[in-house]
Structure formats: structure tokens, C-alpha cells
């Protein structure tokens, strides 16, 4: 058998070097495949902001062994303080800091999106085993007698590339699903994002603090937290698709705006929160979309893996988390079964129902969070009697999450 062709036989595509593709790639490579990892990027940029990485996330960072360098970009918030957004009043707060590394094995992070995905591309460039192409978009994918052929522009050319399988890491637009699997369409949530990055010198003092603020209004809410070793702060504000044209655009692009415009469509939020609206920085846009819930991930040797299989809305914060345990349990499919057919089925198998409880706990989390009137006076009550302690205990099922190990039963 010549070189080229064994190189073939034993490598693994995979269409978008996202968080999900990135840390797929390590563990099929830990596996004992050779991967390349296609992304339609000509460099991967500082997009997005901050992310809050839950101990489940941190148990597949730490399985990688990149939990230290993770935690030397991160922070560790000590509480979630939760505010109502009208009154500016405090609702409830929950601890986190070191009970929830005893409760749960690993540590509760935010990070830059950006840290997580730099950190998890030097690990993917010091892997011999790991090709990453930038600048290279999946168009689609056909599959052989041989395996797989996939056909992607690289630098204005079409090109056709070989291997035993493809992962579709591509997110929630993705090709591979739309093009290659079930021709699913991601759906608008009627919602968006308004997401800034401030440097904590331009924070207001009462602002400044080690923990994840969240301000809950009707229709609407805001979330704040320092990243980057507390150098900056990263501030994420999600409103239903009405404020659009309060804020003056009309159409999903994605663009800048300044405070000056979102400040006029918030109008009645109390000052502790609209003040952040009075600095000089630059909010960008991002429409909120969803997958409904898919009943196959795989057919054959394709399979997808993150957002391009579960995209889900952020109010449970577990996207990346999610996108994290699939590539750890693809991984470990992977090495426990004979064909790659078998281990996509056993994967799937292992993730679906899980990714679909959290993606509509993330759908209630939204109701609850954006309640008016009555109902939002009801909610902060149930809250402020509950406290901060069982509200924790609640996302147990999510946070206390075991990576799968040794051979599936
Ligand atoms: C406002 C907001 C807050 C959030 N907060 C949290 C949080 O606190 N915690 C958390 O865990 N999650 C959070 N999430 C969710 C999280 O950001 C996503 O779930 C996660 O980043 C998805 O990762 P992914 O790798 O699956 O997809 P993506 O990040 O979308 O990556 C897909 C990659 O594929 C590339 N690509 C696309 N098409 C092609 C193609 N045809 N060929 C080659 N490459 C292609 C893209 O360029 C991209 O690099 C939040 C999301 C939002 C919007």
C-alpha cells in the first residue's frame, strides 16, 4: 500500500476548527487517527466574548490536560449576584469559588471564547497527528466504497480531499448537516445578542467585582462578568427581536453599535445596569438561532458534533460545554468499538437525549428569566426563598457529568 493512500485510510476530517471541532480533533487524534480539520476562516479571530465554563465543560478541558493553562486565562467568580433590571434591586446570589470545586470535582470559569479556542489550537498544532487548514470551506462531501471524499475552496480553488470519515464541526448553519445529512435548517429564536468587551479601568466602580452579574427584565436580560484575568469585562445583553427597530436597525447583519443606541431602546432599566450603555465602546450583533431537536447525528461515517447538532439558545450556558462532552465522548466511542459506523451510532446514542434536556432547560430558562409584570414579581419571590444554595443544586444533573471510561456496556 503507497504512503499516500495509508495516510488516507487512517484520517479524519472535520469541517470547522469552532470549540467543538478543535477538541474533537484532539481526542480522535488521541484515538490514533490522523485528522485535518477544515475551517472557512483565513485566521481564527478574537470573535465572540466571554463564555462561563461550568465544571462539566472543565472535566473535558482537565481530561486534555489543558485545565491549568485554561485557568491561567480564566477567572473564577465567587457568587452569581442575580438583580431585578427595573428596580436595580438585588434578587438572589449563589456561591461558587472553591465549594464548587469540592462539590463537583472541577472549578466554575469564564473565559474569553477566544482563550478557550487559542488554547485548544495550540494543543491541536503541537499534535503531529492534527492538519489545520485555514481558509478552507466544506462545500460538500460524498461518501464511497473507499470513504469519503469532501470538496472545499482553499485559497479561491476547489479541491477534493480523501479520508475514512467526516465530523460536522461547522456550527449551527452547518454545511455538513445541511448538505451531507438531513438537510436541516437552523431556526431564528426572535431574539439577539448585544455583546461588548470593556477594559475593567473604564468599568464603574460598582461594577468592578469577581463575580457574574445577571440583570433579568421583562422581555429581556443582561449578563456581566470579568475575563481575562480581570483586564476586561465581557457584557452580553439578549432582546427579543422587537428592539430591533427601537434600536434602529432593521435587518440580521452582523454590525457595531454604540451604547447611544441601545440605551433609547432599554429605556425603563435602572441605572446601575444603563450605565454600562454610557461607555465608549462598540457593541456587536449577533442573531440568536436554534436547531430543532434532531432525532439521527450520524448516518454511516459522518457525524455531527457542537452547535451543528444542538444549537441551543445561551440561557443555560452549556453550547460550548455541550459542544466539549461531545468531542470527549466521540473520542472515547471512537477507541472502544471496532468501525467507525459503530462508534457514531454509540456516540449519538450517549449524547442526544442529554444535549436535548439541556437545550430545553435553556428554552424554560429563557421564559423565566424575561417574565413582565406579575409573573416576574413571583419568580424573584421563589428565587429569594429558594436562595442561592438550591438553585445551585438544580443544574446538578448538568454539572456533575462523568466522562465516559473503559468499555461501553
Ligand atoms: C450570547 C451567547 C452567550 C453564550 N454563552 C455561553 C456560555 O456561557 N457557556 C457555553 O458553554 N456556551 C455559551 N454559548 C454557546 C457557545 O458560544 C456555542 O455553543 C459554541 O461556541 C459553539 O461551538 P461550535 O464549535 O459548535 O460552533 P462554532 O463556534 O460556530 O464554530 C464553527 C466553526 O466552523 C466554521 N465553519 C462554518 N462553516 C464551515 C464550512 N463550510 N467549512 C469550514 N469551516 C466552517 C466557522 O467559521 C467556525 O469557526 C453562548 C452563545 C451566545 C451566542
Redesign the pocket.
Given at each position: 500500500m503507497d504512503a499516500h493512500f495509508e495516510k488516507e485510510r487512517r484520517t479524519i476530517m472535520i469541517?470547522?476548527?469552532?470549540?467543538?471541532?478543535l477538541a474533537s480533533a484532539l481526542f480522535i487524534a488521541r484515538a490514533g487517527y490522523r485528522v485535518e480539520v477544515?475551517?472557512?476562516?483565513k485566521k481564527l479571530d478574537p470573535v465572540?466574548s466571554g463564555?462561563?465554563l461550568t465544571p462539566n465543560?472543565m472535566q473535558v478541558l482537565a481530561e486534555l490536560g489543558l485545565d491549568k493553562q485554561i485557568e491561567a486565562t480564566a477567572n473564577a467568580p465567587v457568587g452569581i449576584e442575580i438583580f431585578n433590571g427595573r428596580s436595580g434591586r438585588k434578587i438572589t446570589d449563589i456561591r461558587l469559588g472553591n465549594e464548587i470545586t469540592q462539590r463537583y470535582g472541577q472549578p466554575y470559569l469564564v473565559i474569553h471564547?477566544a482563550d478557550l479556542q487559542e488554547t485548544l489550537l495550540n494543543a491541536c498544532l503541537r499534535e503531529p497527528d492534527i492538519l489545520i487548514r485555514l481558509g478552507?470551506?466544506?462545500r460538500d462531501a460524498v461518501s464511497h466504497a473507499n470513504g469519503i471524499t469532501a470538496i472545499a475552496d482553499t485559497n479561491q480553488k476547489t479541491d477534493n480531499y480523501r479520508g475514512i470519515a467526516l465530523i460536522g464541526?461547522?456550527?449551527?448553519d452547518s454545511?455538513t448537516r445541511r448538505e451531507c445529512l438531513l438537510g436541516k435548517y437552523s431556526v431564528s429564536t426572535k431574539t439577539f445578542?448585544l455583546?461588548a468587551l470593556v477594559e475593567s479601568q473604564e468599568m464603574p466602580l460598582v461594577l468592578r467585582s469577581n463575580r457574574i452579574k445577571m440583570w433579568l427584565a421583562p422581555d429581556a436580560h443582561a449578563v456581566v462578568y470579568p475575563v481575562r484575568g480581570g483586564h476586561y469585562y465581557s457584557i452580553?445583553i439578549i432582546l427579543p427581536d422587537k428592539f430591533k427597530l427601537l434600536l434602529g436597525f432593521e435587518y440580521d447583519i452582523q454590525d457595531e453599535f454604540t451604547g447611544k443606541n441601545i440605551a433609547a431602546g432599554l429605556g425603563k432599566w435602572n441605572t446601575k445596569f444603563t450605565q454600562l450603555l454610557k461607555l465608549n465602546t462598540k457593541w456587536t450583533f449577533?442573531p440568536?438561532k436554534t436547531l430543532p431537536q434532531l432525532k439521527a447525528w450520524t448516518e454511516e461515517n459522518i457525524a455531527l458534533v457542537?452547535?451543528?447538532a444542538h444549537a441551543m439558545t445561551?440561557h443555560a450556558?452549556?453550547?460550548?460545554?455541550m459542544?466539549l462532552e461531545d468531542a470527549a465522548v466521540l473520542g472515547w466511542a471512537i477507541s472502544t468499538t471496532k468501525t467507525l459506523p459503530e462508534a457514531f451510532q454509540l456516540y449519538q446514542n450517549r449524547r442526544i437525549k442529554r444535549t436535548s434536556a439541556i437545550s430545553r432547560l435553556s428554552e424554560t430558562n429563557r421564559t423565566i428569566y424575561q417574565l413582565p409584570g406579575a409573573l416576574a414579581f413571583f419568580r424573584n419571590l421563589r428565587m429569594r426563598i429558594m436562595g442561592g444554595d438550591k438553585i445551585l443544586a438544580r443544574q446538578d444533573w448538568i454539572y456533575s457529568w462523568k466522562l465516559p471510561k473503559g468499555k461501553p456496556e
Open positions: 469541517s470547522g476548527a469552532g470549540i467543538a471541532g477544515f475551517e472557512k476562516a465572540g463564555l462561563q465543560a471564547r478552507s470551506e466544506l464541526a461547522d456550527g449551527v454545511i445578542a455583546r452580553v449577533w440568536l457542537g452547535d451543528a445561551p450556558a452549556q453550547g460550548a460545554a459542544g
